[in-house]
């Protein structure tokens, strides 16, 4: 881990003449034309709320056109901002985007099996590798072979530019938004999907990945089962050359070492979590959608971070909704919640139980100016009706997870920040995450226990001229 802590924090500096292109470039790779995108009309609250993700049966096949859909919905991009730069369906540390989708294909008509890579600029994707990698990719996300498999990777560089050793938070939180969003857009299409958080090492190779440059996170198998996944044992290949990112590369021999912990030949298997049992007392929260909402193609397209809250309170329901949105099971990840005065719920500090949904108190103090102060004295922080607080217990990350604990955690993190975004997107709210907090006074502000490691800091309520949805 890597911690800040106040009066102890060096300057930084960033090289703006070196700064990172945000966009993986493969000179002699083309783009491969898919069809228009279709938009995906799936409803927003059903989609984010179902959990987890089911396939629909009645759903049509997937074709070029859904293809397309899919992978703006996913990863695409969705604006371009004052300053030239391009916003995209996931959050992100930064506007850095270090986190690269990939995909196999297997067995569609329409589509040349074989390994590609997502372009957002082109809004395309580029065939790396030809051939049928079903059987590989399943090698390194377990389960059976499938259609789909889609692969989230981080690029190192993009990060460390800015946030040096501490980018590896941010590789893994961006990481969380990508996957947050690939699997709503999944489930738009209604194809079955299967998670692996803990990919086999050899999947690295499969992508044609530099393990200085690049990380193979998480990955996703999608669609119908396969017969004829390909062969055994694959050919040798060489990747197409990339362009550098920038003129002077770099990379941190810490991050490194982190990403290669706890890798194993195999996939991982799913782990159970337990859900901390809500203790007497504790008030359970009914979260109910609008009868009527938008589609889940709207919110991702107006999902933007927004800072300007204004003092108002939440009611119970919004409260609810927000919280059962961003934490639908038990997981690696505990929460506590910061709630300001005002709302139809106490003002204080509350661990919160997915599994129940439920809050219990823990403090009846409003504890947000803390919060702000510690995440860098930012004030914006301490306006937002509601903190949560994301963090774990090393302990139990430990004994569930042995090595890749901290990993899985810091990717559920970037998971249910990326659907709080949107939660709050849809109910005409703003959200904002910060990763760059002087972690003791985190935990302290949030009474969190002796040891507990924050992870992630997201600041939600109603802001200034909110998104029309």
Known sequence: MTAYRRHSMGGGFMDWANQPWPFKRY??????????????????????????????????????????GLLSLAAGLTAQGQSGTFLRSPASAGGLYPAELYFSASGLEWLEDGLWHYAPEAGAPRLLRPGNLAGASAETLGGEPRELNFFITALLWRSIWKYHTRAWRYCLLDGGHLLACLE???????????????????????LGLTPEREALLTGVSAGAALDHSGPDQLPAWQPPREEPLSAREQSDPDILAAAALGQSEAPGPALEWPDQPAPRGAIRLSPAPPEEGPSLGRVMQ???????????????????????????????????????AG???????????????????QEPQDRRIRAARACLDQAWVGRAALNLVLWADPKQLSAVAGKRGYRLAMLAAGRAGQ???????????????????????????????????????????????????
């Open 27 to 68: 000179p002699y790779a083309a783009t491969q034309a898919l069809d228009e995108p279709r938009p995906l009309q799936s409803e927003f609250w059903p989609t984010l709320l179902a959990w987890p993700p089911p396939p629909d049966p009645d759903a049509p096949p997937l074709d070029s056109a859904g293809l397309a």
């Open 184 to 206: 709503l857009a999944l489930a738009a299409c209604g194809l079955e999907q299967r998670l692996c958080l803990d990919p086999a090492a050899a999947g690295g190779k499969l």
């Open 302 to 340: 107006a999902r933007r971070s927004r800072r300007n809250f204004m003092p108002q309170g939440l009611s119970a329901g919004h409260t609810a909704l927000l919280l059962a949105a961003a934490l639908p099971e038990a997981g690696p990840l505990r929460a506590t919640v910061l709630l300001g």
């Open 343 to 361: 709302g139809e719920v106490p003002a204080g500090v509350y661990g919160y139980h997915p599994g129940k949904k439920t809050l219990s108190m």
């Open 419 to 469: 659907r709080l975004y949107l939660a709050a997107t849809a109910l005409g709210m703003g959200c904002c995450g910060v990763g760059a907090f002087y972690d003791d006074e985190v935990a302290a502000a949030a009474e969190l226990p002796a040891g507990a490691w924050p992870l992630y800091l997201l600041a939600a309520g109603p802001v200034k001229g909110g998104p029309q949805i």
